[in-house]
């Protein structure tokens, strides 16, 4: 069955420090990947997307991810947090058939201290 | 706004009541789409339209709940005889696939719904 793994359920970081979540995958197949936000009270958005080629993928805000197919993996990274950034951080993926829906990841709670 | 709405963004009910949500695509997206959330976990799947046509549905979406999308606009889900299971949000996303080309078109969410069953 397609799955989608988050396994940091609470990441706290102070201000400044460098941010790595992690995101594994299972699908067999082509495999289309995403990483959504979602700010306090306000709706999921789209930070970063890979579908082919480059397997470092910049997205809004500095934040960026790397897909390492053998790893089955795309951890979304970000050199120097901001307050800003407190969020539920979701990997997501699609496969290549037809249907595209999106499969979540249970989420990351990401908590960053001024 | 011209994104993705959602009415009522907040809905409380007795158990056994029916409820109906309402999901406004972006206009011209032409694919439209239903999860379910719930505390502590990502949206679910439930099911997805495109134009009018219902193509898929999860298996989480018992008989107690219907969605329609009649004219390939705005989608209305329907849960009869509510349970204090189906509490949760419910969130609307569309997207324009096909038109944008490609594989991988990208999915907009809405505000959400958020059903308490008491």
């Known amino acids: 069955a397609q799955s989608v793994s988050q396994h940091n359920h609470h990441v706290i970081l102070s201000e400044a420090a460098s941010l790595e979540l992690g995101c594994n995958y299972s699908y067999g197949g082509t495999v289309n990947l995403f990483w959504y936000v979602q700010y306090p009270g306000q709706h999921l958005q789209l930070l970063l997307k890979y579908f082919s080629g480059d397997p470092l993928v910049k997205g809004i805000k500095g934040f960026e991810a790397e897909f390492i197919k053998s790893k089955f993996s795309f951890n979304l990274r970000k050199p120097s947090v901001q307050w800003s950034d407190t969020a539920e951080y979701f990997c997501a993926a699609i496969s290549s058939g037809s249907a595209r829906q999106l499969t979540f990841g249970s989420g990351t709670q990401l908590t960053v201290l001024p | 706004d011209t994104g993705v709405s959602q009415n009522p963004r907040h809905k409380i009910t007795k158990r056994g009541q029916n409820v109906t949500f309402r999901c406004d695509p972006i206009?011209?997206?032409?694919?439209l789409y239903w999860y379910r959330q719930t505390l502590g976990q990502g949206p679910e799947f439930l099911t997805y339209f495109q134009n009018e046509a219902q193509l898929e549905k999860s298996r989480l979406l018992s008989d107690r709940f219907s969605a329609e999308r009649p004219k390939g606009s705005f989608s209305t889900l329907e849960i009869q005889r509510t349970e204090q299971g189906d509490s949760a949000m419910y969130l609307c996303?569309?997207?324009?696939?096909?038109?944008?080309?490609?594989?991988?078109?990208?999915?907009?969410f809405g505000p959400g719904t958020r059903l308490t069953v008491l």
């Open positions: 206009s011209e997206h032409n694919r």
């Open positions: 996303a569309s997207s324009s696939w096909g038109t944008s080309g490609g594989a991988g078109d990208e999915q907009f």
